[in-house]
């Protein structure tokens, strides 16, 4: 594991909170209003990874203006209103040069596009320049995707951690790779700074939010090698404190994206190594929403390689780190962990006492201290894990009853969810004696399977053919298992 040195620093000049747009947030948790600001991406047509991270530094100053397209949806959002009445600073005082027009602008969600033409950088004012290099070191901390600066390392960065469509930058990584090079030379390697943190923060988000729209399988290989960078990017150092600590945290994030995506493409041995690296990334940096965090994926995963004794354990270690941090919400989802792991153990009085725990957590509504890696959990989650327990139980009825909510109330921007629930609706269904529903349930899985690929929904849709083929004689039943042996 890595370690990091840190020199002293000038500190940095503390940005000012953005209180207009903490009023315009209302009473709406981070997540919850970034899960608005995507809705209201998509109805003009733009891409934006917004979570509860990104509206906490656009509160708290650290981002004073957004990119074009975070401008269009926020403008889109809060009509007759301009950027500086969203409380922003004007774009020229930010970037220290002429604002661009709109069409050069890029966004995390998008192919990363050259902002700058040869032409451009011809005639533009070197005067500015060499203002904008000299300045670089003492403006206010912002998110690296929100400002351009010239800075040749950065726009390498981000080509190193973003792509375009369904995969992952891997093998090229310009001058990220050259800490593994240096490395495998015997040679120093440059500490890291704050934008080699922001790029690691911004590959943990994009991976999060491809898997959400397509599934793990197709990512899960090309995960490592960023992981790989991150992790010499902690041999390197860091330049400041506050930086190493977010390499470490950043590190160990990306070590837990990078389990599930093996969790869920089927590889437990795989996965099991991830996350005990990040839990030991998080003891390491004494990091209790790391450490909650890696216990919970170790508990699904336990549970999920038939290992319920070790689920439970998991779980309530899970809660023990977590319980300091005040979130209500990662206590909900740590209870469903422990009820998943009694299930598996045929504990049903247990299963019951976690779930209602789970429930009452729920309950006590969204917080601000409800990590950013939550921003999936909503009540479509808590009803889909809820259906796992009582199908684990044998309890089709109820397990059919809860899948049907999670598929319901799920947002269609997390397209592996639906699938995963409509597939668990299809198995309770089977199981409970419902094959023309069940099928139907499949069909619509099935449709999902072109933008999704998991092995453990194809796992689950697996064994519920299995069920149904001696109802073959159903048109449903005959239409879903033609359509599943040519997929």
């Given at each position: 594991?890595?370690?990091?040195?840190v020199t002293s620093a000038q500190?940095?000049r503390?940005?000012?909170p953005?209180l207009a747009?903490?009023?315009?947030?209302g009473k709406r948790?981070p997540?919850?209003f970034?899960?608005?600001?995507?809705?209201?991406?998509?109805?003009?047509?733009?891409?934006v990874?917004?979570?509860?991270?990104?509206?906490?530094?656009?509160?708290?100053?650290?981002?004073?203006c957004?990119?074009?397209?975070y401008e269009?949806?926020?403008?889109h959002m809060f009509?007759?209103?301009?950027?500086?009445?969203?409380?922003?600073a004007?774009r020229s005082?930010?970037?220290?040069r002429q604002?661009?027009?709109?069409?050069?602008?890029?966004?995390?969600?998008?192919p990363?596009?050259t902002?700058?033409t040869?032409?451009?950088r011809d005639?533009?004012?070197?005067?500015?320049?060499?203002?904008s290099?000299?300045?670089?070191?003492?403006r206010d901390t912002?998110?690296?995707?929100?400002?351009?600066?010239?800075?040749e390392e950065?726009?390498?960065?981000?080509?190193?951690f973003m792509?375009?469509?369904?995969?992952?930058?891997a093998?090229s990584?310009?001058?990220l790779g050259?800490?593994?090079?240096a490395?495998a030379?015997?040679r120093p390697?440059?500490r890291?700074g704050?934008?080699?943190?922001?790029a690691?923060?911004?590959?943990v988000?994009?991976i999060?939010l491809?898997?959400d729209r397509?599934?793990?399988?197709?990512l899960y290989?090309?995960?490592?090698a960023?992981?790989?960078?991150?992790y010499?990017?902690?041999?390197?150092?860091?330049?400041?404190?506050?930086?190493?600590d977010r390499?470490?945290?950043g590190?160990g994030e990306?070590?837990?994206s990078?389990?599930?995506?093996?969790h869920?493409?089927?590889?437990f041995?795989?996965?099991?190594?991830?996350?005990?690296?990040?839990?030991?990334?998080?003891?390491?940096?004494?990091?209790?929403g790391?450490e909650?965090?890696?216990?919970?994926?170790m508990?699904f995963?336990?549970r999920d390689a038939?290992?319920?004794?070790e689920?439970?354990?998991?779980?309530?270690?899970a809660?023990?780190?977590a319980?300091?941090?005040?979130?209500?919400r990662?206590m909900?989802?740590?209870?469903?962990?422990?009820?998943g792991?009694?299930a598996g153990?045929a504990?049903?009085v247990?299963?019951e006492?976690?779930?209602v725990r789970a429930?009452?957590?729920?309950?006590?509504g969204?917080?601000?201290t409800?990590?950013?890696?939550?921003?999936f959990?909503?009540?479509a989650?808590?009803?889909?894990?809820?259906?796992q327990?009582?199908?684990?139980?044998g309890?089709?009825?109820?397990?059919?009853?809860?899948?049907?909510?999670?598929?319901?109330?799920?947002?269609?921007?997390?397209?592996r969810?639906?699938?995963?629930?409509s597939?668990?609706l299809?198995d309770d269904?089977?199981r409970?004696?419902?094959?023309?529903?069940?099928?139907a349930?499949?069909l619509?899985?099935?449709d999902?399977?072109?933008?999704?690929?998991?092995s453990?929904?194809?796992t689950m849709?697996?064994?519920?053919?299995?069920?149904?083929l001696?109802?073959?004689?159903?048109?449903?039943?005959?239409?879903?298992l033609d359509?599943?042996a040519?997929?």
């Amino acid at each position: 594991m890595a370690s990091s040195t840190v020199t002293s620093a000038q500190p940095e000049r503390p940005p000012r909170p953005n209180l207009a747009f903490r009023r315009l947030r209302g009473k709406r948790s981070p997540a919850e209003f970034a899960a608005a600001v995507r809705r209201a991406a998509r109805e003009i047509g733009e891409r934006v990874s917004c979570d509860a991270r990104y509206v906490g530094r656009v509160e708290a100053g650290e981002i004073r203006c957004p990119n074009y397209a975070y401008e269009r949806v926020f403008l889109h959002m809060f009509p007759g209103r301009t950027l500086t009445d969203l409380g922003f600073a004007p774009r020229s005082s930010v970037r220290g040069r002429q604002a661009r027009g709109a069409g050069e602008s890029w966004e995390a969600g998008e192919p990363y596009k050259t902002h700058d033409t040869r032409d451009d950088r011809d005639t533009r004012d070197t005067r500015d320049n060499r203002n904008s290099r000299n300045s670089r070191n003492n403006r206010d901390t912002q998110d690296l995707y929100e400002t351009h600066d010239n800075n040749e390392e950065s726009d390498v960065l981000r080509r190193a951690f973003m792509t375009s469509g369904a995969t992952v930058a891997a093998a090229s990584l310009g001058p990220l790779g050259l800490a593994l090079d240096a490395a495998a030379a015997g040679r120093p390697t440059r500490r890291a700074g704050t934008g080699e943190a922001g790029a690691l923060e911004e590959a943990v988000r994009r991976i999060r939010l491809l898997d959400d729209r397509h599934g793990a399988d197709g990512l899960y290989r090309r995960a490592a090698a960023p992981l790989r960078t991150a992790y010499a990017l902690l041999d390197a150092g860091a330049s400041r404190q506050a930086t190493a600590d977010r390499l470490y945290t950043g590190a160990g994030e990306l070590a837990i994206s990078v389990g599930w995506l093996a969790h869920d493409s089927g590889r437990f041995d795989d996965a099991r190594s991830h996350y005990a690296e990040a839990l030991a990334t998080a003891r390491m940096n004494g990091d209790a929403g790391l450490e909650a965090h890696a216990f919970c994926n170790m508990a699904f995963l336990a549970r999920d390689a038939g290992r319920p004794r070790e689920a439970v354990r998991a779980a309530q270690a899970a809660q023990r780190a977590a319980r300091p941090l005040g979130s209500d919400r990662l206590m909900s989802l740590l209870s469903l962990r422990e009820a998943g792991g009694w299930a598996g153990l045929a504990d049903r009085v247990g299963c019951e006492q976690a779930l209602v725990r789970a429930q009452t957590f729920y309950g006590r509504g969204p917080s601000d201290t409800d990590p950013e890696w939550m921003s999936f959990y909503g009540e479509a989650e808590l009803e889909g894990l809820e259906a796992q327990c009582w199908s684990t139980l044998g309890d089709w009825p109820r397990a059919a009853r809860h899948a049907r909510r999670a598929a319901d109330l799920q947002d269609p921007h997390f397209t592996r969810n639906l699938a995963l629930y409509s597939a668990e609706l299809a198995d309770d269904l089977a199981r409970g004696g419902h094959p023309d529903e069940a099928a139907a349930a499949g069909l619509r899985v099935l449709d999902l399977l072109g933008e999704v690929q998991s092995s453990r929904i194809h796992t689950m849709l697996a064994g519920t053919t299995r069920v149904l083929l001696p109802h073959r004689r159903s048109p449903t039943v005959s239409t879903f298992l033609d359509r599943h042996a040519s997929a």
